[in-house]
Nanobody
Framework: VQLQASGGGLVQAGGSLRLSCAAS????????MGWFRQAPGKEREFVAA????????YYADSVKGRFTISRDNAKNTVYLQMNTLKPEDSAVYYC????????????????WGQGTLVTVSS
C-alpha cells in the first residue's frame, strides 16, 4: 500500500492542524492505520493508531485528549486532528499502515509514507 501524507505546516502554540494520509494500491479497510513522529535528534515515536473499521483507537500518553485519529474507508484516508498544539509537538509526522494492530510497543508497521513537517511556535 502506498501512503501520501499532507497537512503539515507552521502553527502557533495552542493552535490546531489536521493531517491527512491518502492510501492507494490495496484494500484500505484491511489495514490498521496510524501516525508516528520524529523530532530532530530524537527517536521516532508512536502517536496514534486506528483499527480497520475505526472502532478502536490508540494514543500515546503525550497526545491523549488533544489529538484525534479517524478514518474514512470510502475515501481511503486517515486523519489526525491535532488541537492545543505545543512546541514539543514539532516533528516530522509519518503515516503508517499494517495488517496487524500496532502501537508504541509492537514491531513497527510494514508500510510508511513520506513525512509531513509540523512546526509549533511558542
Amino acid at each position: 500500500v502506498q501512503l501520501q501524507a499532507s497537512g503539515g505546516g507552521l502553527v502557533q502554540a495552542g493552535g490546531s492542524l489536521r493531517l491527512s494520509c491518502a492510501a492507494s494500491g490495496r484494500t484500505f479497510s484491511n489495514y490498521v492505520m496510524g501516525w508516528f513522529r520524529q523530532a530532530p535528534g530524537k527517536e521516532r515515536e508512536f502517536v496514534a493508531a486506528i483499527s480497520w473499521g475505526g472502532g478502536s483507537t490508540y494514543y500515546a500518553d503525550s497526545v491523549k485528549g488533544r489529538f484525534t485519529i479517524s478514518r474514512d474507508n470510502a475515501k481511503n484516508t486517515v486523519y489526525l486532528q491535532m488541537n492545543t498544539l505545543k512546541p514539543e509537538d514539532s516533528a516530522v509526522y509519518y503515516c503508517a499502515a499494517d495488517t496487524l494492530i500496532f502501537d508504541g510497543t509492537s514491531p513497527p508497521p510494514d508500510y510508511w509514507g513520506q513525512g509531513t513537517l509540523v512546526t509549533v511556535s511558542s
